[in-house]
């Protein structure tokens, strides 16, 4: 499997009477753009609106973030299963717009029953900017307007991602039309020349590297579309499936902190340091595709055994196991890093803390052969973050937290893709 | 993954005051075989019968097929997920009662709408014979007589074209007829604690030379659950190990599909492709796993799914050729086609094994076919017409679901009523001759 990822160094996005690439500024027609997202929006109204690193802007209600992509011409699209038929991800050329990113904002749709998960918030400036990814990339934010609520049903706050059906169909649209969003902008620079060219080809390499793969834990994705995983198998992928939108976000909004959303698959940070040592000094196997989601010892061992049983079968002498989430999931991935050690896998563990008082461990589960954590940063704590000049995408923070222009007291678990360890994040812990 | 399979040779299976293994006589206490699998809720009673390869004798309304095993060391138990929790297959030592089948049998039960799938006949001699491997075997035959009662079909449900409807008890009796031949075949295995095997064979998928092509068997099964767990709506190829696959990780399930083409429990612990793939590998190929499909994808975009997902799995294991078997009917027919179009598109050479459906002279046999597809080993015909002589012994029944005949008379069936007539992953004795 061969991928030709063609990368354009996007300076800004301008909105302009034609769609084009002009010296590193990509010009947007909005109408077209948005006449583009209509064609298949159940919404009343879609808006579209950039912000830029360094501007008074923060954006709320943030739900998928993901970087624009296109695949070259020729037969396929880009997020297979979702926009095109699920096949051809990982092969071919695709064209990237590097520095851009598409963020999909609604408030909570009707028959929502939102939970604290639900708030993610991006700061294009100040200290909040200082912890989120998305503070310096441009971002073409998309936002989704419902029509009035004529039900408003009670919200109960426990159910964690309670829906009804329309607001299942609302929040399926809005993931839709993120990634429709970002394979428009991408194809602007169709007829530009790319100034990189990536290959990614896992090749033979020496046979005495060690072989490591990527044990890729599930914690919301949408594999080709599809994201009713419940208890299953572990599968194989290769990581240009995954690099190449196999992988978006599922329907499934867990913290922003450790959102994965497409744009980190996209951008796994893991898979790439992975490609960068294919052949140095690793041998890169492939990736195990596993999901924890099991809700009985007995299924969660299944789960277990099964990913590992797949490392050994890519002949792997070593494993990265993340991203580590809470609950349920947490303590299946556990088990793979114990089962792996004891059956001669060496494990390197990818983490995000969630200490809520000082001496907490900040994991669930642990389990001693779980000797080698990558943690990247502590979801509790909290931040001030100053008023703002402009908010895009709502007026008030969810859960009662304030109004969104304000001066904010919140923990950054809210600040998206503050710490998820497979996201090129900014935190780093400190061992006192 | 390394499994140790020891072989105990069974000859004869005599009923007898203690159930032991001596030599290669296989001793069955009845009453103790049935105190180890009753009371059970939806089953009253067992009837246990020996049939004998060459006998006058004819088993009719077979559900499952187990060949004895149980677990020396190693996991808890064998048919994980089934008979306890669902640890990892195919590791440790596993004994076997190699030469003998434990064969399941039930008439229809209250509130089953059956189809011709139903029925599958194992006959012990005669023409019919050669038409199913079970006439090698010695069964032990567990007739399954249910508890009385049970909630009818509503007639509105009662249609001749749906597959398999069944009440909820008539389910649960199905269930405890395969959980209830399973359970006797590890009880039968487990007789042969601390007795020396004729011979043991080890299983473990070692090095071989990289240079070697690298094989992967895909198995579309057509009702078998995984660990416990049966699921038609899974999207995605489930890679196992082989060791898995023949330790009973994989046992029968879900709904009863053709007896030719049935995968009971049997053809999974002792399936001819995994034992050849074994055999060559580091011969002439490096066997890189199995990818087992459980799936009934309906739609286009779901088979899309399934056969995508195969292919990649396949290229991640290093696959530069690919077993599909079996090849069947009905939907399955397009995927496993969808998935040899894709295989030798993206260069991975493809065999399949298939049955033959040919209805009338000059059938093509398929319902579905790609140009691709071209290297098919056949194991029969499904719709031979078979006229099966009279017998002196009938298990499992006295009537043979197709047409409604006595069982014990002379019959007229189509090969597919013969249980493992032509399943092209077990070891059939029919093949194709071209003409």
Redesign the interface.
């Known amino acids: 499997m061969r991928l030709e990822l063609a990368s354009y160094d996007i300076k800004d996005v301008v909105f302009s009477d034609s769609d084009g690439l002009v010296n590193g500024v990509l010009h947007v027609n909005k109408a077209a753009l948005l006449d583009h997202l209509s064609e298949v929006s159940p919404f009343e109204a879609l808006d579209v609106e950039i912000a830029r690193p360094g501007e008074s802007v923060r954006i709320v209600h943030a739900l998928d973030v993901v970087e624009p992509r296109a695949k070259a011409p020729g037969p396929g699209r880009v997020f297979p299963g979702l926009l095109g038929p699920p096949l051809g991800a990982g092969e071919g050329r695709s064209l990237r717009l590097g520095g851009v990113a598409v963020v999909g904002a609604a408030e909570p749709f009707a028959g929502e029953d939102h939970w604290a998960f639900r708030e993610a918030v991006i700061e294009m400036s100040g200290p909040g900017a200082d912890l989120c990814p998305f503070s310096k990339t441009v971002n073409v934010v998309v936002k989704f307007v419902q029509g009035a609520r004529t039900d408003e049903r009670e919200k109960t706050n426990f159910g964690v991602d309670a829906w009804d059906d329309d607001a299942r169909r609302a929040i399926e649209a809005s993931r839709l039309l993120t990634v429709r969003a970002a394979e428009y902008l991408a194809r602007i620079a169709r007829d530009a020349q790319p100034d990189e060219v990536s290959i990614y080809e896992l090749e033979p390499v020496d046979e005495s590297l060690p072989k490591v793969a990527y044990i890729h834990h599930n914690t919301g994705a949408a594999l080709y579309g599809w994201s009713d995983f419940t208890y299953d198998h572990a599968m194989l992928l290769h990581p240009n499936e995954i690099m190449d939108g196999a992988l978006v976000l599922s329907t499934r909004f867990v913290e922003p902190a450790i959102r994965d959303c497409t744009y980190f698959h996209q951008n796994n940070s893991i898979i790439h340091e992975l490609y960068d040592r294919h052949g140095k000094d690793l041998e890169f196997v492939g990736v195990v595709f596993f999901s924890g989601f099991g809700s009985t010892m007995e299924l969660k061992e299944t789960e277990s055994d099964s990913a590992v049983k797949l490392a050994h079968m890519l002949g792997a002498d070593a494993a990265i196991v993340s991203p580590f989430r809470s609950g349920h999931s947490g303590v299946a991935f556990m088990m793979v890093c114990q089962k792996c050690e004891r059956s001669g896998i060496r494990v390197s563990v990818g983490v995000s803390q969630l200490v809520p008082g000082a001496g907490e461990p900040g994991l669930n589960h642990w389990v001693p052969e779980a000797d080698a954590l990558v943690t990247s940063g502590n979801d509790r704590e909290t931040i001030k973050l100053p008023a703002v000049n402009k908010v895009i995408g709502g007026t008030d923070l969810l859960n009662d937290m304030g109004r969104a222009d304000s001066e904010l007291e919140i923990e950054v678990r809210h600040l998206y893709g503050l710490s998820a360890p497979m996201g090129p994040t900014r935190l780093a812990p400190a061992l006192y | 993954?390394k499994l140790e399979l020891a072989s105990f040779q069974v000859d004869d299976i005599v009923l007898a005051p203690e159930t032991r293994l001596s030599g290669t006589i296989l001793y069955i206490n009845e009453g103790e075989l049935k105190d180890h699998l009753l009371p059970d809720p939806f089953i009253e009673d067992i009837r246990i019968d020996v049939a004998r390869p060459g006998e006058n004798a004819r088993i009719v309304n077979a559900i499952d097929v187990v060949e004895p095993r149980d677990k020396v060391t190693g996991p808890e138990t064998v048919f994980p997920?089934r008979l306890g929790?669902?640890?990892?297959a195919g590791s440790g030592t596993t004994n076997r009662l190699a030469g003998m089948a434990v064969v399941g049998t039930a008439e229809p039960f209250v509130g089953e709408e059956y189809w011709y799938a139903r029925e599958a006949i194992i006959d012990m001699s005669g023409a019919g014979a050669a038409y199913s491997p079970f006439s090698e075997t010695v069964n032990l035959v567990l007739h399954f007589i249910p508890t009385a009662g049970g909630e009818e079909l509503d007639p509105a449900r009662r249609k001749q074209f749906v597959v398999d409807t069944r009440t909820r008890d008539a389910e649960n009796r199905m269930k405890a007829t395969r959980h209830l031949t399973l359970k006797a075949a590890r009880f039968l295995a487990s007789k042969t604690k601390g007795l020396t095997p004729h011979h043991t064979r080890t299983y473990a998928l070692g090095p071989a030379d990289?240079s070697l092509p690298g094989v992967v068997y895909l198995c579309k099964s057509l009702s078998a659950s995984?660990?416990g767990?049966f699921?038609t709506t899974?999207?995605?190829?489930?890679?196992l190990?082989p060791n898995?696959m023949m330790d009973g990780a994989v046992v029968n399930f879900g709904f009863l599909i053709a007896a030719n083409f049935r995968d009971c429990t049997y053809a999974y612990q002792r399936n001819a492709v995994v034992e050849e793939l074994y055999s060559r590998h580091g011969v002439d190929l490096n066997f890189?796993?199995v990818l087992f499909y459980s799936a009934f994808p309906y739609t286009l975009?779901e088979k899309?799914?399934e056969a995508?997902?195969t292919v990649?799995?396949a290229?991640?294991?290093g696959a530069d050729a690919a077993i599909i078997a079996p090849l069947s009917d009905g939907h399955p027919s397009v995927e496993t086609m969808m998935i040899c179009r894709l295989c030798e598109e993206a260069g991975i050479s493809t065999a399949i094994g298939a049955g033959e459906m040919t209805a009338n002279e000059g059938d093509p046999g398929f319902t579905h076919w790609v140009p691709q597809a071209d290297a098919l080993v056949f194991a029969g015909d499904s719709h031979t017409r078979l006229a099966l002589p009279a017998v002196e012994r009938v298990i499992g029944g006295h009537r043979v679901l197709h047409g409604d005949q006595e069982a014990a008379g002379e019959i007229e069936v189509e090969a597919r009523q013969m249980l493992g007539a032509s399943n092209p992953a077990a070891p059939t004795r029919l093949f194709g001759r071209l003409y």
Do not use: D, N
């Open positions: 993954m997920g929790p669902p640890t990892q990289p995984i660990y767990s699921s899974r999207k995605w190829v489930v890679p190990h898995e890189r796993g975009e899309e799914l995508g997902s990649r799995t290229k991640m294991l």
